[in-house]
């Protein structure tokens, strides 16, 4: 009987713990379409990973925004709408890639080109907010017509 609770016991601590996912979303740079686009033309796709612990990444209201996008030429960032990726109160983990597509780019100032980047964050249904990430350099250039 001992040595059956002491392997069992050895069987247990040996079993390595699975890597639980945090509550808070986790977002990471994958990459974009294209680092140079003519303003009011051309749009740049960007594509990111996501894990969340509990599935709670998105929302049913269309008017809830839950991915927020800065450009570095601005004060305020652009939000976005993100349908649930997992069944609501399902507090199952997730992780995938998403893409967002950035459109009507346009030049701020009255010169041939600008360069700016996008910083990016997700918020959670629990209002859980994600690290950022920063994009490339995209260069907005006019229309040379």
């Known amino acids: ?18 890597d639980v996912m945090p509550a808070t979303p986790e977002i990471a740079f994958v990459g974009m379409s294209t680092q140079q686009v003519t303003e009011f033309q051309d749009h740049v796709t960007v594509r990111f990973s996501y894990k969340d612990g509990d599935g709670d990444l998105g929302q ?39 893409e967002v597509e950035l459109h009507t780019l346009f030049l701020l100032g009255s010169s041939t080109q600008e360069e700016t980047r996008y910083t990016i964050h997700i918020v959670d249904r629990a209002g859980n907010r994600s690290n ?4 490339d350099v995209i260069t907005i250039a006019r229309d040379s017509l």
């Not at 009987?1 to 699975?18: D, F």
């Not at 950022?132 to 994009?135: H, K, P, V």
Request: proline share 10%; glycine share 6%; charged share 25%.
């Open 1 to 18: 009987m001992r040595i059956a609770i002491a392997a069992t016991i050895l069987v247990m601590a040996s079993c390595k713990k699975e």
């Open 60 to 98: 049913t209201d269309p008017d809830n925004y839950t991915l927020w996008v800065k450009d570095a030429r601005l004060e305020s960032p652009d939000g976005y709408h993100i349908p649930p990726l997992a069944p609501e109160g399902a507090g199952v983990p997730i992780q995938g890639e998403l």
């Open 132 to 135: 950022e990430f920063t994009t």
